[in-house]
Each structure stands twice: as structure tokens, then as C-alpha cells.
């Protein structure tokens, strides 16, 4: 499910970039909390990280001789608390994508968003359903197929809406090639009918594993404190990002669903003049086709992720005082 | 020596060995797979660091990352395949400074990654015509060879000491440190444990995803051993939240110089518009 | 009978060596103990010997038959040799991946399709022969050092090898239960099983073994003496026992 680089569009890839900030700032504050009651928990995080990283690699057979790999984010949640996880998995995803070549490095915002944020979160919700309604297996099942399949229907969007949003004046596409229509059945075939039970299976008998054999070391869920203010924080921050990207771009307010259609079916019916050999040969005229009407779209996406980043970082160095020693 | 004693051994284990009689039938070994897969990650963390080349040039650690993520940005953003072709002949010159050895291993990596990118686009021919595809895919192709070149030259702590450098939390620097460093741990214990199970493993697995679990319930309950106890070293020797491992390195006019064209043709991509 | 032969046998580690160029015989039913200072390689020729890793130069023969990659390669064949040899692990962390003792011992037994009652004798004996009966049911995982590396003995006899390879299996045994484990090494020696252990603690093994191959820093073989032999050997002796 990771998504390389050149897929996503830069303005796609610094949006979720942007709208993972918030998320990571939050985990961060929530993951100190945790730390405080049980300390191990800071080594823990990159240990996490080195354990993902493994279950990521790590070739499970299938039926009919082919092999899938799980990525373990309901399993992490449940392990070592969602929040933990959140972090864990982003460290692998940046490991992975900067040193070892798997999925893209500027497509990290977009690959966090949906392995270390919507798998763990959606899986461990249900993993607590379950628990409450005392099928807790049931639950942790439940949750694993609809953390990865949810991501994956995820990801499938971010793919095909990029014929969309991004495409030259003849409506070449520009990054994915693959329309909503095509990208999003693939991704949910695939995991429906495989990874998902893949999946399961995985997390299932891991969790057997450790709650036959250690079952204090599982993620005690804490005591509900007041957590309001967190959960407004971050459905402010979530909610906002996002909104301030889509007023300086008018491509995404301008659909409707009848424009919706008529390009998608443009993109996937049309016959089209070799792209690359126009815009080989009129160099110039490609350009000056393009820098019209105003505010260009990328010097919007471009600021807000700078902002973001700056944010998150002025954010995480307020933090980080708290830890450090008085001097 | 024979023993003194009268031989009290159960009547079974006192026989030889009798082997199981077997239907041969198509198995797929995928322990020995995965060992293969460990093996080549143990490898890659057990890399020597790469030897630094003798310029002037060299850039700092933290530049580099930098540099390779503008670099990415800017073949993201340009359509041209003129401008594409430019930004590949720089990479190519780039690649004339590494060893041979470097070189190879760069040429392998890149080829099998391109030639995965091509399988997964390749459907887009019937959808988008050939010249999408090949636009694509030489784009993509040029982003996997920009990547590939900064691990090959870049050493697994260089991209600790950017991190640091960029003014990343310390947690999340230590993190980072610890997790490569466990990675190497966990991955020699998956390895060993996988060995030890192929060495009982007399007959085909009826149930792969039982020994898979517990195989990787293991290894959790082993990580868990294992930051218990890096949480009492580290504080032990004083840890105080505060995670000074990796140096700092200072960034220099000349890597602000060395960086600036990318930013000088980032910018005017972006006020083009494109 | 001629049971393990190999001629001019290496190992090559990524950045060292492991094994070089080792010649030996090993006969069904010999009692061997490797000896030598750390890194040396014991542990390496136990590998190579349980097919765990391939010789980088050199054959290794097991019962006639030329062991080599591709003939590893083959599931069937893999898994009939280590059905002939077992292997306790210097770690023996790593070698216990079951829930309960219990389990841990049938593991192997339970692939071989024996019925349940069958493998429940196994299981029952493998635990007694090795002091292990108390701890049946507990966690592997949670065992203590020396309680793992009975559980593990006890599993590599529940599948009745022919060839026992033992890294270091006294290490963190207690004197008594050091005599105990030899003892039982000793029984299955007498029941034509043969023995090769790495030790480095020559004063324990010394009046077990039939035979002493000990390797120097080089990785080579420095000597391939018997007991006997061995005893008349006093300078020798007195390097073994600084090991
Ligand atoms: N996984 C490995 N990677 C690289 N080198 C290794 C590895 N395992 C062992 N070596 C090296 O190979 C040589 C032989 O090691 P081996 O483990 O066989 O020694 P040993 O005789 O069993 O030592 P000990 O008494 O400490 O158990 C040593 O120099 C060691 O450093
Ligand atoms: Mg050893």
C-alpha cells in the first residue's frame, strides 16, 4: 500500500502533509502522557518502529503459492496503545522511504495518513467495540480488515483523484494515470479479496501469542480522563488545514458531480495527442498556457505546507522544554 | 566414553531414526524466503559507511536531505521531457563520481525498482496512450535513481545527524536512532528464530500462520524485554529526556551555495505556475 | 560407520572468516567435543554441519550424501536431514517459539503424524530425561536461562535425531545438572546417537568426550585427538583449561 513518488501530485502530497502535522503533534503530547506512566514506553516507540518494520517485510504465504505482507497498524494500536503506534509506524514509513526505497519520500505525508493513522485508528476503535460488547477478538478482527481496507480505500482516493487534479491543457494526466474509476476498485479488489484476510490472520495470532503468553503487556487502555480539549484541538486543526488549502485553490471547489462525470470520462475515453511530444516541441507556448488567472495553485499548497511545518515545529520545540533540564 | 550406568532411556528414543515416508508434493518455503529477506536488510544495516568523496563540494549531512528533497520536488513539477532529460544528465554526471562498487550496487537497485514501477503503470497504456506512460515512467524512473543515489552515499547516522541538524524534537530523533539500531537486533533475532524453526521443521507446515504468530508474538514480547531494559541503562547513565548522541553539524555558505540553484529553479517553476 | 565428512571446508563471513579449510571424519556413534577460544568457529561448523548455513569452499558430506545449496534448496530434503540431526542453540532464546512448555516439546513429534497419545509420551519422557518436568506448563519465554536450555534439549529429542549438535549446552547449568545433561548425553551416545558439543570449559567434558577437535584463533583445526590421546598431552591440557 505504499505509495511511491510521482503518483501524488506535490500540491496533493503537501496538503496531507500539512493535514498530518496536527495529527503528529497531538500523538506526540498524548504519547508524553503515556510515557509518564509507564516509561519503557520511550524506548519502546522505536523499538515499535524496528518491529513494524519487520512485520512489513516479512513475506506471508497465501493460497496458491504467491505471498502478501501485513502492515500490522490494528496490531501496533492494540500492542503499544494507537498513539504510539501513530508515531512507531511514521518513523517506519520514513525509514523505509528515505533509506531503504519503499514507498515515496515526498508521498510520506499521504502513506502516514493511511498506515499510521487511519489503519491503527479505525482497527483499535473496533478492537474497543468489541471489548465492550465482549467479543473482543471479534472486535480485533473486525477492526483489522476495516483499519486496512478503509486505508486502502484511502489511498485508492488520493490516486484517483489525481487525474483530476492535476492534468495538462489537454487533459493529459500529469501524475497517476489511473482515474477514480480504475484506482479505487483496484485497491479494495486487492485488499478485500486478499491482504485483508492476510491481515486478519496476522493480527489475530499475533494476539493470541501475547495475550496467552504475556497478557500484562498489552496496551492498557488508560482511564478516561478529560480528553475534550484534545479531541478539539485536533478536529479544529484537521478540520482547518485542509479548508485554508481548498480556498486558495479553485480547482477543488469548482466540481460537480456532472463535471465530476464529464472528466472522467474525458480522461479514460478520449483519444489524445502524444502529451510529451507537444509539450516537447511548443515548449514555450505549454508554459505560458499555464501561468494564468491569478494565484498559481502549487504557491498556495507550497506556503501552507511551509506554514504548517513551521507551526509543528515551533509546536514541538515548546514541547520540548517540559523534558529538558533546567539550566 | 560408555556410561556406567544401566541405560534408562524410553524404548523410542532408543531406536534409530526412522524417516517419515512422504508423497512429494509442491511446497512453498517461505521461511527460507524470509531469511533471504532479513539476510539482505541484515546486510544493508551492516553496510560499511560509504567512503567520502575527496571534493570540495562534499555537502554537509543535513544539506544533503535537503538537496534531495528539492531535487524530487523539482523533476515532480517539471513536465517537459527536455527539462526532464536535463535533470537526468545531471544525475549521470553526479553518478561519475561514485566507485565502481557503489556504482554497481547503485545500477542494481535502481534497475530492479524502475522495472517495478514499469509493472505497476504499465496497464495505463490502454487508458492514457504511450506517451503518458513513457512520461511517467521516465519521471518515475528519475526520482528512483535521485533517491537510490542518496543511500548510496549516504551512511544510515547521516540521516540521524540531518534530523538533528533540521531541529528535530530529540524525541523524535531518538526514536529514529534507536529504531535502526533494533532494527539490527530484532532482525538477527528473527533470523535465529526462523533458523531454529527450519532446524524442527521435519514435515510441510499444516498451519504456517500459527508458527507466523508466534513468531512474531515472540519477537514482540522480546522488543518489550528489550525496552524495558535500554529504559534502565538509559537511566542508568543519567538519562534525563534529553538525547545528545548525534553530533550537530553546522551548515556552511558553501552548501547554501551548492543548494541555491535548486530553490533558484523551484521557484521559478512555482511562479510559472506549472 | 562414516557419517560426516568434509574436505577442505571455509567459511567466509561478510568481513572475517569463519572456517578454514577443515578436513574431518566423524563416525555414527562418536561423542566429539569442539573446543577452541572465542570466535574460533565452533559455532560456524555447527551450522554449516546442521545445514543451517552452505560452506563458501569445500564439501560437506552427511550419510553419503553431498549437502550443498541446491540440495537444501529442496523443502523435502531439507526437511529429511534435520529430521536426522537436532540442534540446541548457543542462544537458546531464540530456539523457543511455542506458548507452553508442553507444546514446545511437541512441536516436532506432532509433524512426524504420530497419534496423540504417542506424542504425549514424548513429551512426557523428552521433559523427564531433562529435568523439565516442573515447568510443563509454563511460558518458555518467561523461563530462566538454565530451565531454556533443558526445554530446548528436551525438544530436539522429541523428534529422536541421529545427530546431536550442541553449542555450549552446560553453559548456565548448575554443577549437578551439568553431571545430570552429561549423563544423559552419555545414555545417548550408548543408544547410537552421535554427539558433537562446543564447549569451552574442557574440565567438564574431559572425561566424557571420546574425542577432542580443538581450533585455534585461525579458524583452523589445531588438533583431532582422542581421549586417550589427549590425556598424554600435558601442555595441551594446560591451554584447554585456561579456555
Ligand atoms: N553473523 C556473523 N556475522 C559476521 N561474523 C560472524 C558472525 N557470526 C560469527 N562471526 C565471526 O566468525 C568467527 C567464528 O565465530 P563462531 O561464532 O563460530 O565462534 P565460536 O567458536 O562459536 O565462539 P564462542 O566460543 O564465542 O561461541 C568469529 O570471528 C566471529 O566474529
Ligand atoms: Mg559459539
Sequence with gaps: ?327 | MKPSQPNKLPTWLAQPTTPVPRAPRHQVNFLARNQRHVQALLARLAQPAPVPRATHWQLTPPMRLLQLGLMLLVISLVHSPVGLWLLALLIGGQLLLLSPSQLRRFIVSWALSSLLALSFIWPSYWLAGPSTLLLFWGKSSLLLANAQYYRVTTALTDFLTALKAWHCPDVIVMTFAIALTYLRMLGNYLLQTMAALDMRTVAPTKHPYRLIGSLFGQLYLKSYAYALELYAAMEARGFNGHYVTVPTTHVRWRDYLVVSPYVGVLLVLILRGV | MELIKTAALSYDYPQTCGLDHLDLTIQTGEFVCLMGPNGSGKSTLLRILSGLAVASAGTYTFDGQVIDAAWLARPAQRQQLHQQIGMVFQNTDVQLFNSSVAEEVAFGPRQLGLSPAAIDQRVTDCLALTGATAFRDRVPYQLSGGEKKRVALASVLALNPTVLLLDEPLNGLTISAQTEMLALLQQLQAAEKTIIMASHNYQQVQTVGDRFIIFNEQHQIAADVTQAELAAQTTRQAELMKL
Design chain 1, 1 to 327: 500500500m505504499h505509495i511511491p513518488d510521482n503518483y501524488l501530485s506535490p500540491a496533493t502530497c503537501g496538503t496531507l502533509a500539512v493535514a498530518m502535522t496536527p495529527i503528529w503533534t497531538v500523538a506526540v503530547l498524548k504519547v508524553k502522557v503515556q510515557i509518564k506512566q509507564h516509561r519503557e514506553t520511550l524506548p519502546m516507540l522505536g523499538i515499535a518502529a524496528s518491529l513494524a518494520f519487520l512485520i512489513m517485510m516479512f513475506n506471508l504465504p497465501i493460497p496458491g503459492g504467491t505471498t502478501a505482507h501485513a502492515v500490522g497498524g490494528t496490531l501496533l494500536a492494540v500492542l503499544i496503545g494507537p498513539w504510539a503506534a501513530c508515531l512507531a509506524l511514521t518513523v517506519t514509513l520514513v525509514l523505509q522511504a528515505v533509506l531503504f526505497g519503499d514507498g515515496g519520500i515526498l508521498a510520506i505525508g499521504a502513506n502516514a495518513l493511511n498506515m499510521a493513522v487511519i489503519m491503527p485508528f479505525v482497527g483499535y476503535a473496533c478492537y474497543r467495540l468489541g471489548q465492550k460488547w465482549h467479543h473482543e477478538k471479534l472486535g480485533l478482527a473486525v477492526g483489522a480488515y476495516v483499519g486496512i481496507n478503509t486505508a486502502a480505500l484511502v489511498a485508492g482516493i488520493e490516486l484517483g483523484l489525481q487525474p483530476l487534479l492535476a492534468h495538462s491543457a489537454s487533459g493529459a494526466p500529469l501524475y497517476c494515470p489511473y482515474g477514480l474509476n480504475v484506482a479505487v476498485p483496484a485497491m479494495l479488489l486487492a485488499h478485500l479479496l486478499v491482504a485483508g484476510w492476510v491481515e486478519v490472520a496476522f493480527t489475530l495470532l499475533v494476539f493470541q501469542f501475547v495475550k496467552k503468553v504475556a497478557p500484562t503487556n498489552l496496551y492498557q487502555t488508560p482511564i478516561r480522563t478529560n480528553q475534550r480539549p484534545w479531541l478539539y484541538l485536533l478536529g479544529g486543526l484537521v478540520l482547518l488545514t485542509p479548508l485554508g488549502l481548498l480556498a486558495s485553490n479553485t480547482a477543488w471547489g469548482e466540481w460537480s458531480t456532472s463535471e465530476l462525470k464529464t472528466m472522467l470520462t474525458q480522461q479514460h475515453v478520449s483519444t489524445q495527442v502524444p502529451q510529451g511530444m507537444v509539450s516537447g516541441l511548443h515548449f514555450k507556448a505549454l508554459f505560458s498556457d499555464y501561468a494564468i488567472a491569478g494565484l498559481p495553485v502549487s504557491v498556495g499548497y507550497i506556503l501552507s505546507g511551509v506554514t504548517a511545518i513551521l507551526i509543528f515545529l515551533l509546536l514541538m520545540r515548546g514541547l520540548q522544554h517540559e523534558t529538558q533540564p533546567t539550566k
